[in-house]
Structure formats: structure tokens, C-alpha cells
């Protein structure tokens, strides 16, 4: 049950971009169609559940053994750069369309923190390696969730009579600032 918790809190109430605010770069930059959201999101859960089991294996067994836990930071960094690589060589080489539609926002999954911040709470909160995977895979399906959401809400707004001095960004910072307060108003069902 408590796993379950984890899960659903991940996804629903502690959103890694709606109520926690990391990987915003990507939320706003990717979220103008559904169908390059859907690719981010899922190129995000494979790095983030990825570089968590990693980050975690590397912490336990390399980092805690040899008494050099300082270097947490550096050591995560590192294997989510290399993750990110090998993710953009495998779609630039296997799946064109999306590799062109991220554009830049695709290496830039290496600097999100919402990447590195997971690996991290999962040091922090002590989880031993069943609850690291939950716990980054119910992130990235919240990041997922998040970027999804907007898209949709985005294609729609394209598509809607919105006022000139709203139009652009001021619309997009709105609804995503609406989300974020539905998404936070979550927190009194626990």
C-alpha cells in the first residue's frame, strides 16, 4: 500500500512540473503538440528511471563503499549526460520525426532538473531500489501527464478566439499556472 502511495502521490499530488516545479524548460518548450509531448515525455521516463537506477546503483555500491558519497552530484550528472547521449543518438538514427520535432529541448534533458532532482530524493529519502524505479517511474508518467495535458490545452487554444494581448506566451503561463493550482489542490485529499 505504501508503494501505491508513492505512485499516485508522484503522479497525481506531488507533480514533478505542476506542483514541485522542475523540468519547466521542456513543459513549456515541447508542449505545442501532443504528439512531440507524448516523445518528450516518454524519451524523459526512459532517461529518468534509467539514470535513477543507475544513480542509485553507483550511490550504494561505488560512492557509500569507498566513502566518497560528496561526490553524489558530479557521478549523477554524469551518467545522466551519458544517458541522454546514447537516447539522442538511438532516435536521431532510428525515429528522424521526433528527434527534429524536440529539437533542441533534447539534449536539454541533461540539465533537467527534474531528472537529476529524482536521483537525488531517492538518495535522500533512503528508498532501496524497488522504491527508486516506483518512484521515477511515477514522475516521469506525472511529467508525461503534465506535458500531454498542456499540449492538448495548446492545440486547442490555437484553435480559439483569445484576446491579442493574451495570445503567444501570457495564454500558455496562464493555463499552465491554472494547472499547477488544480494540480496543488490534489494535496488536500492525503
Given at each position: 500500500m505504501e508503494l501505491f502511495a508513492l505512485i499516485f502521490g508522484s503522479i497525481f499530488i506531488s507533480n514533478i512540473v505542476l506542483a514541485q516545479f522542475l523540468?519547466?524548460?521542456?513543459?513549456?518548450?515541447?508542449?505545442k503538440d501532443?504528439?512531440?509531448?507524448?516523445?518528450?515525455?516518454?524519451?524523459?521516463?526512459?532517461?529518468?528511471?534509467?539514470?535513477?537506477?543507475?544513480?542509485?546503483?553507483v550511490y550504494t555500491f561505488l560512492l557509500v563503499r569507498f566513502d566518497l558519497e560528496y561526490l553524489k552530484t558530479i557521478a549523477f550528472i554524469l551518467t545522466i549526460a551519458a544517458l541522454v547521449q546514447l537516447l539522442e543518438m538511438f532516435l536521431k538514427k532510428h525515429v528522424p520525426?521526433?528527434?527534429?520535432?524536440m529539437g533542441v529541448y533534447l539534449p536539454l534533458i541533461t540539465t533537467n532538473c527534474a531528472i537529476l532532482g529524482i536521483a537525488l530524493l531517492n538518495i535522500q529519502e533512503n528508498y532501496n531500489l524497488?522504491?527508486?524505479?516506483a518512484?521515477?517511474?511515477?514522475?516521469?508518467?506525472?511529467?508525461?501527464?503534465a506535458l500531454v495535458l498542456m499540449a492538448g490545452i495548446r492545440e486547442r487554444l490555437d484553435e480559439a478566439d483569445v484576446?491579442?494581448?493574451?495570445?503567444?506566451?501570457?495564454?500558455?503561463?496562464?493555463?499552465?499556472?491554472?494547472?499547477?493550482l488544480a494540480f496543488v489542490g490534489f494535496t488536500g485529499m492525503i
Amino acid at each position: 500500500m505504501e508503494l501505491f502511495a508513492l505512485i499516485f502521490g508522484s503522479i497525481f499530488i506531488s507533480n514533478i512540473v505542476l506542483a514541485q516545479f522542475l523540468g519547466i524548460c521542456p513543459f513549456l518548450g515541447v508542449s505545442k503538440d501532443i504528439k512531440s509531448a507524448f516523445g518528450m515525455g516518454l524519451s524523459v521516463m526512459f532517461v529518468m528511471i534509467l539514470s535513477s537506477t543507475i544513480c542509485w546503483l553507483v550511490y550504494t555500491f561505488l560512492l557509500v563503499r569507498f566513502d566518497l558519497e560528496y561526490l553524489k552530484t558530479i557521478a549523477f550528472i554524469l551518467t545522466i549526460a551519458a544517458l541522454v547521449q546514447l537516447l539522442e543518438m538511438f532516435l536521431k538514427k532510428h525515429v528522424p520525426a521526433l528527434y527534429k520535432s524536440m529539437g533542441v529541448y533534447l539534449p536539454l534533458i541533461t540539465t533537467n532538473c527534474a531528472i537529476l532532482g529524482i536521483a537525488l530524493l531517492n538518495i535522500q529519502e533512503n528508498y532501496n531500489l524497488i522504491y527508486t524505479l516506483a518512484n521515477a517511474f511515477a514522475n516521469s508518467a506525472g511529467f508525461t501527464l503534465a506535458l500531454v495535458l498542456m499540449a492538448g490545452i495548446r492545440e486547442r487554444l490555437d484553435e480559439a478566439d483569445v484576446p491579442d494581448a493574451m495570445k503567444g506566451l501570457p495564454i500558455v503561463f496562464f493555463v499552465a499556472s491554472s494547472m499547477g493550482l488544480a494540480f496543488v489542490g490534489f494535496t488536500g485529499m492525503i
